[in-house]
């Protein structure tokens, strides 16, 4: 497995977002200026997570955005298609298993489950809302290794149990809990409010218009 | 401002859903073991963190899981509220303005907008949608200093000049766009999809069940 540091592991989405702008307005190459001045670190950073990824800059031109963009994708697997499956179809679940932008990252959400009669049976983006209790037959028949959870606290830990069981490996979890799993799987807590911390942060110290 | 390292800030948010999810189960304490297991990084950082946040545990106890969420929260201005508004009412807009777990963070949405005819004057949790026209003003009138924008990228911008002209201070992008704004105002860039990435490179190398 090809592996570079943890933090530059973590900086791989943003870079890839900030590509994908530049590359939106026309733009073909990025300098490492650039890079660090809209990431807030460091250039030296910048030019060692691009020497981690095996990727040249030119000589006063920089990075090629096309070339950068693509290999962070080869990087973390998006040119190959991940099949999930949404649990939950609340207004969050509903916003993830409808959001066309998923596709640009190889993400294909091929059903969507909840456990509330009234959702059962409705359309949801592409999928019909199927029942929880069809998950694990879902998962086995058609091999899928992720599931998306954004179900209530309460039934989260028995979904992932049954998903688990059924054969995935990769669990995007919405919801607040600390999922138990056994070893292979992997966990993704996403924890949307952590957005608002920092903004509370800054929104507290920020009295008098100083900077954080 | 009081402050820690970046590294430790941006655990916070973790740290502060780990203590919840802990107190749900009815714990009173947790170890530095305990958080350095879930959190997986070495127990030595998380007894620095802890000192930068000047929390002291209890021999054989661990931390008091009371005070070290509230320490956390008094950090972070957690205590107050923060009024926002959500700019875009599709899906995601709707997830998030109708979200009741934000208020446990002190997060209160006070109104939702958008500029699609057939959304506006509709209900929407517990607000009616407005007009996009609209923003400014009522941002000036209720002293509103966040938004939260969910609309699509190309009026992203134009919302965000508008919004900062009328006193917005944070913004909380959900749009994939970088924004531009002037010094003092603090830009969260919510990255959902980068989530995802992690699981792609994860279901990418985990082949023969190995754990990265």
New interface residues.
């Given amino acids: 497995?090809e592996?570079i540091s943890k933090a530059a592991?973590r900086r791989?989405?943003?870079y890839?977002?900030?590509l994908?702008?530049f590359e939106?307005l026309g733009r073909e190459y990025i300098s490492s200026r650039e890079l660090s001045e809209?990431l807030e670190i460091n250039e030296t950073l910048v030019r060692k997570d691009m020497a981690d990824l095996k990727i040249r800059g030119k000589q006063n031109q920089g990075y090629s955005i096309a070339a950068l963009r693509l290999r962070i994708e080869d990087?973390?697997?998006?040119q190959?298609i991940?099949e999930a499956l949404v649990v939950g179809a609340?207004?969050?679940g509903?916003?993830?298993a409808?959001?066309a932008?998923?596709e640009h990252?190889?993400?294909k959400i091929v059903g969507v489950f909840d456990s509330d009669p009234e959702k059962i049976g409705k359309r949801q983006g592409a999928h019909d809302v199927l029942p929880v209790s069809r998950l694990a037959s879902v998962i086995q028949r058609k091999q899928i290794?992720?599931i998306i959870l954004t179900v209530p606290?309460e039934v989260a830990q028995g979904i992932i149990d049954t998903a688990v069981g059924a054969g995935v490996?990769?669990?995007?979890n919405f919801t607040?809990?600390?999922l138990n799993v056994p070893?292979?799987v992997?966990v993704?807590?996403?924890?949307?409010?952590?957005?608002?911390?920092?903004?509370?942060?800054?929104?507290?110290?920020?009295s008098g218009?100083?900077?954080?």
């Fill in positions: 497995m592996s592991f791989l989405p943003r890839h977002q900030i994908n702008a939106g809209i990087f973390l697997g998006l190959e991940t609340g207004h969050l509903t916003a993830l409808t959001y932008g998923f990252y190889g993400l290794r992720m606290r490996l990769a669990v995007w607040p809990c600390e070893p292979g992997k993704r807590n996403e924890q949307i409010v952590g957005g608002f911390m920092a903004l509370s942060y800054y929104l507290k110290n920020v218009g100083g900077e954080d």
